[in-house]
């Protein structure tokens, strides 16, 4: 049998839900924000990336899927989007008629790393980019944007890091302070860091080795090497976020694995056991739009991880959210009819209820009702056809009570509207 890629996978129909879901929520939410749809294509001119997410980082050195076509050009499978927005927005000229643009779109990206949970060959990312705008109040908005956007999915274990990474103007002071500051420990970092040390140096602040993560604690800090102008944008995001009460943390040890990023830069990470940590991720990159040929204008955006937050959602269903809302396990034929005539009609008004449809006993009936996660059962047979009444059990808390016959209907939709 021939088997699918190493790093790629299927998604399918039992576990769509909530991509779908993510995907409705995200839409509905960008568009009230003011943001359009663009869709591109998933391959692009090898330069395109090399120039924009830089030579010496992580995504160019080793992980993007790079091969010549049939007549030896250099294509690239999308290892992220913003670079096919940016090129987007240039080549279309989408500036001239209307510089200021907010744009997402959902999409594969491919990159060849390690395999292994939340981290694939093939993976999704939702993206959102906003060109054209300067102001520090659109780095509040975004982030706003995306809070807002995980409340809704209910995912409230994560934490907001924040910095700024200054600009071409003050950004080569702290380089060179950095430089000067690991030059005399050089040998306490790892492999990869002593190599880009005089390439990539802020790479080394989220080197993930313990012994570099030792070896930055003392490091200079980034924000004491920001110009007036960035240090002013920077605290006006800081501010915003505040007085809008958005929760984030200042981390001064983001640098994040992009060249191109400039001022604030953030990401989102969930503390769940087991995942990766990094749930979505984004900046501003003022200057990329001009460094691939197009105009000077400012743009900031965000990626977060499709599989990662399905991953985190879906783990959270497991633990609590029934599947069905109740089960009604029913013995005999008279106590069968009842069950069916009731959960028809809680069916038809909108409540998940299911039955046994084939004379189980009573064992293998609490069996399946276990495993369609039912919220509540009912247990209907002789004797609760004499006696007029049923219980109606809570599977979550164990608590148990009678029911009248006659009120079993009405009850259960109270419990469903309580
Ligand atoms: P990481 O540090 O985990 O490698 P990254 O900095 O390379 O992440 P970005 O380029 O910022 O990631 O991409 C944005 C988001 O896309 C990440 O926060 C993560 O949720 C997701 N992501 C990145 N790489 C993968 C992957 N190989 N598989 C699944 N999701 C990924
Ligand atoms: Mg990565």
């Not at 001009?290 to 269903?317: C, H, N, S, T």
Request: with cysteine; proline share 4%; net charge positive.
């Amino acid at each position: 049998m021939i088997q699918k890629i190493k790093g790629f996978k299927d998604i399918l129909p039992e576990d769509i839900g909530i991509w779908q879901k993510v995907e409705s929520v995200a839409k509905s939410i960008f568009e009230n924000f003011g943001f359009s749809e663009i869709r591109l294509p998933v391959i692009e001119r090898s330069e395109l990336f090399k120039k924009s997410i830089g030579e010496n980082t992580d995504i160019v050195e080793k992980e993007m899927y790079t091969f010549a076509d049939r007549k030896g050009e250099l294509i690239t499978l999308r290892p992220e989007a913003t670079a096919s927005v940016v090129r987007s927005y240039i080549q279309n000229k989408m500036y001239a008629k209307e510089p200021e643009r907010k744009l997402y779109t959902i999409g594969p990206m491919f990159r060849r790393e390690r395999p292994q949970k939340g981290r694939y060959r093939q993976f999704y990312q939702i993206n959102a980019e906003v060109f054209g705008i300067k102001s520090p109040l659109i780095d509040a908005q975004i982030l706003l944007m995306l809070t807002t956007l995980f409340e809704k999915l209910e995912v409230l274990d994560t934490v907001t890091h924040l910095n700024s990474l200054g600009c071409p103007k003050c950004r080569p002071d702290f380089r060179k302070a950095l430089i000067d500051f690991f030059k005399p420990v050089l040998s306490e970092l790892c492999k990869d860091c002593i190599r880009r040390i005089n390439t990539n140096p802020l790479r080394v602040l989220d080197c993930k080795c313990p012994s570099c993560k030792k070896a930055v604690e003392n490091a200079p800090i980034i924000t004491d090497y920001l110009c007036d102008e960035c240090e002013t944008h920077f605290f006006s995001v800081v501010d915003t976020l505040k007085s809008q009460n958005i929760p984030f943390e200042l981390d001064t040890k983001l640098v994040r694995g992009l060249d191109y990023y400039t001022r604030t830069t953030f990401e989102i990470q969930t503390s769940l056991p087991g995942a990766q940590s990094a749930v979505a991720g984004g900046g501003r990159y003022d200057e990329l739009v001009k460094m691939l040929g197009g105009p000077d204008q400012p743009a900031i955006g965000f990626a977060i991880g499709f599989d990662r937050l399905v991953e985190i959602i879906a783990a959270g269903q497991k633990q609590q959210e029934p599947s069905i809302d109740i089960f009604i396990a029913a013995l005999g034929e008279k106590s069968n009819k009842m069950a069916y005539k009731w959960i028809c009609e809680l069916n038809l008004s909108g409540i998940k209820a299911e039955m046994d449809f084939s004379d189980k006993s009573l064992k293998s009936q609490m069996r399946k009702a276990g495993k369609l996660n039912a919220m509540y059962v009912a247990i209907m047979g002789e004797n609760e056809l004499n006696n007029g009444s049923v219980v109606l059990r809570n599977m979550k808390t164990k608590n148990q009570e009678l029911v009248l016959i006659d009120n079993f209907i009405k009850s259960v939709k109270d419990k469903k509207t309580a």
